[in-house]
């Protein structure tokens, strides 16, 4: 069998033809892979909820500043959807993180959400209910199976990019046009 090769700190951009409701032209960062499975932030999929309807369930006395109050929670994956998920630039002082790559953190503590409600908290942010989860071998062969591409990940398309664009920017970074993907796979 042939060494795992990490997808840590990559993103996954679904083919045209990965035709599942929830993955259908989504673009995936991955935060975990290893010989037990893989685990990822969908990057690109609105939940129902801003961030001041989310902290609200955590705190109805809170204060959010009204730049913050319309962010966009992200509906991060199929599983746990009841589990919040921070992707964030700097380290900052949050009880439960992660660092993923150079200026790439992950944080499910609720500290972080009141910082950034009141612009307190990290540079750049996602806010993300739930995850995308693959058992072991899974993602590989769905690879296999070319549901999905995958690049390195680029913190401009992760934090600066809009949502509603994040999955063509992802196609064009490998340099070809959407319309170039096909779902054939190739033999030679």
């Not at 992707?87 to 500290?111: F, I, M, P």
Request: glycine share 6%; charged share 20%.
């Amino acid at each position: 069998m042939t060494e795992l090769k990490s997808l840590q700190n990559h993103l996954l951009i679904a083919m045209p033809s990965l035709d599942d409701p929830y993955f259908e032209r989504s673009l995936t960062y991955i935060c975990e892979h290893n010989d037990e499975g893989a685990m990822g932030i969908v990057l690109n999929q609105p939940s129902s909820m801003n961030l001041k309807q989310l902290l609200e369930q955590t705190d109805k006395e809170l204060e959010i500043s009204a730049d913050k109050a319309e962010q966009i929670v992200l509906a991060g994956g199929p599983v746990s959807q009841e589990r919040g998920f921070v992707l964030h630039s700097d380290q900052g002082q949050w009880s439960s993180s992660l660092t993923l790559a150079d200026n790439v953190v992950v944080t499910t503590s609720k500290d972080i959400l009141t910082a950034i409600g009141n612009n307190s908290g990290p540079e750049k942010s996602l806010v993300a209910l739930g995850y995308a989860g693959w058992s072991a071998g899974q993602l590989e062969k769905e690879l296999q199976e070319n549901a999905w591409l995958t690049i390195e990940a680029d913190p401009d398309i992760l934090f600066n990019t809009p949502m509603h664009r994040k999955w063509q920017a992802a196609v064009n970074k490998l340099g070809i046009d959407v319309w170039q993907l096909t779902p054939e796979i190739g033999h030679a």
